[in-house]
């Protein structure tokens, strides 16, 4: 069973590169997990589906993004591998792509959820990449994460804000 000696509830972000939308997530996560005395609680991290950038930082414009809301990202890009799908109780997908890549890797579809389909309010079901775009499509992808994360821990922890 993931974690099981903290007993800490395992949460994967998922995306292609690891360096916007899921260590965005991570970080989202965690600060709101923090603010409610949950942190402990959780093992949270992030990965890509991809290794192109392994060992590298979030890119400077998640960085940004995260640094105006009072989040730091930390942490450096890894790929998932299959160990990730024993360790994490729930597989937290930026998009569909990501979904079907997890399960081609024999991911359990029961721990495989996308990110926005959580969040009640979100009218899209994934979250874009901004990658190739301005800082703008950062921001947006901020606001989208923001309120996803906020349901997801809801979710998880059982409680309203």
């Avoid at 890119?59 to 360790?87: K, S």
């Amino acid at each position: 069973m993931p974690d099981t000696q903290a007993s800490r509830i395992g949460v994967l972000f998922v995306c292609m590169g690891n360096i916007c939308r899921s260590p965005l997530a991570e970080g989202v996560f965690l600060h709101k997990a923090l603010g409610r005395g949950a942190a402990d609680r959780f093992l949270v991290e992030s990965a890509g589906t991809g290794g192109w950038h392994v060992g590298g930082r979030a890119d400077p414009r998640a960085r940004e993004v995260a640094g105006r809301h009072g989040i730091t990202l930390n942490g450096t890009a890894r790929q998932v591998c299959p160990a990730d799908f024993d360790r994490f109780d729930h597989l937290i997908c930026m998009d569909d792509a990501n979904r079907a890549d997890l399960l081609d890797r024999g991911a359990p579809p029961q721990r495989i959820r996308l990110l926005l389909e959580i969040d009640p309010d979100q009218s899209m079901r994934e979250v874009p990449d901004p990658y190739y775009g301005g800082t703008d499509g950062f921001e947006t992808m901020y606001r989208m994460v923001d309120g996803a994360c906020e349901a997801l821990l809801v979710d998880l922890l059982g409680t309203a804000p």
